[in-house]
């Protein structure tokens, strides 16, 4: 065996931690939080059940959730440093950079922000994934000139951000349509943004930096941000009888496909299939069947061609944008459900913690090279 180590370009394959929360079966398409089905979760529990398990590592008891949502919800409010952030921050900015911002303004307003106290750390945790919905809800009606809305202690999470970016309570419909969507991005192995957050903590610096870590990495078009792409592209596409065109096009100019594909499931993500159902139910209910018949074309013709599926953000831009959300709150969206993982991933990572720190392959020059007078280099 060679003593080199061995090189995975973007650390492919490799195992850099352990974790107990979820668990993603790539071969076998099945993922599992705690043990429990993703697809049993998703159809017999809230996501506030959801948090919970990937929190205490169990499912609650009606008692224990009663008492976890009283205290989620205890910390639905925002310093006025930030709400003044939210109101003045540019009107044209991304959500998710004002999110980032966000979330690292909290720091600023924790005395203790260093102090590693497991249950101060559970406490921030509870109130980063509290206020992160806040922060997004009010920075898009501040966008639009319209007045914040008053925070509400007997909604949902799924149900208080509708209200809040709304200014109306939602419909049943609504609230469990984004609660699910919530529970199917809870949490997903060492995905990027994970990896990030728990890089960061590691280093013993704070949650809040953590988490700002992980809204920049998920931000990204190949990884959270390829909602918005499914999107951008459809509105491209234009209509089902050009996606073939559209298809081919892209294939032979080596172009990706958003929401499709995935490092880790080699078969079908299996959170698409219910995001698939609510997209076709919500489609068909407002009668405007297009976008999701150009998506299951889409679908169909990247199995065909390169035998690859669609993964969690090709049918949930269809359920967000059938829900009315507008097109750049979606990646926030994926954020407000990821920070439930995130902050149960850091909390893990602390409470085993070493610091990470791979090799590179050094490709540069081996030996000393002389250093020319400044005036004599090229
Ligand atoms: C997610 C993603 C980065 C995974 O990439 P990966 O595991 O490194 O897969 P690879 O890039 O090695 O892909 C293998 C082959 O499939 C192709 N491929 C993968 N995803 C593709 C896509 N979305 N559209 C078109 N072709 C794709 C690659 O070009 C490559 O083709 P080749 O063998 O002819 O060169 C990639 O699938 C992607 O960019 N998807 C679109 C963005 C997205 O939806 N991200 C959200 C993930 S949850």
């Known amino acids: 065996m060679s003593d080199k180590p061995e090189y995975a370009k973007g650390l492919e394959g490799v195992i850099a931690n352990e974790s107990c929360l979820s668990d993603v079966q790539g071969q076998e ?53 930030v709400i003044d952030f939210l109101k003045s921050a540019p009107k044209d ?56 809305m008053p925070v509400r202690d007997d909604l949902s999470e799924a149900a208080h951000f509708l209200y809040l970016m709304s200014g109306k309570v939602p419909g049943e419909e609504a609230t469990r349509t984004l609660d699910a969507a919530y529970t199917l991005h809870a949490d997903h192995g060492m995905n990027a943004s994970t990896f990030s957050a728990r890089v960061t903590v590691a280093t013993l610096s704070d949650l809040y930096s953590s988490i700002t870590s992980a809204i920049g990495t998920l931000k990204g078009p190949l990884h959270g941000g390829a909602n918005e792409g499914v999107i951008h592209m459809l509105q491209e596409i234009g209509s089902l009888d050009a996606v073939d065109a559209y298809i081919e096009d892209a294939l032979a ?103 990470y720190r791979p090799l590179t392959l050094y490709t540069g020059p081996t030996t000393d090279q002389p250093i020319k007078p400044i005036g004599e280099r090229v």
């Open 253 to 355: 100019n080596k172009k990706k496909i958003m929401g499709i594909g995935h490092r880790v499931y080699k078969v079908l993500d299996p959170r698409a299939p219910f995001l698939r159902k609510m997209a076709i139910k919500l489609t068909k209910e407002l009668g405007e069947s297009k976008w999701i018949d150009m998506s299951e074309r889409i679908a169909h013709l990247m199995k065909e061609r390169k035998d690859l599926n669609a993964n969690v953000d090709f049918y949930s831009a269809t359920v967000y944008y059938s829900l009315g959300i507008p097109t750049d709150l979606f990646t926030p969206i994926f954020a407000i459900a990821r920070a439930a993982g995130w902050t149960a991933q850091v909390l893990e990572q602390l409470d085993d913690n070493r610091l």
């Open 93 to 148: 900015a991304s959500p998710m950079d004002v999110l980032r911002t966000g979330v690292s303004m909290l720091g600023l307003y924790d005395q203790r922000g260093g102090d590693q106290d497991r249950s101060l750390n559970e406490s921030r945790a509870m109130a980063i994934c509290a206020t992160m919905p806040m922060m997004v809800a009010h920075f898009h009606r501040s966008r639009q000139g319209l007045e914040l």
């Open 29 to 81: 398409g099945v993922l599992r939080y705690l043990g429990f089905n993703i697809q049993d979760l998703v159809e017999q529990c809230t996501f506030e059940e959801v948090m919970y398990l990937l929190h205490r590592r169990q499912l609650p008891t009606q008692g224990q959730l009663e008492v976890f949502t009283k205290n989620l919800r205890s910390h639905r409010h925002l310093p006025q440093g």
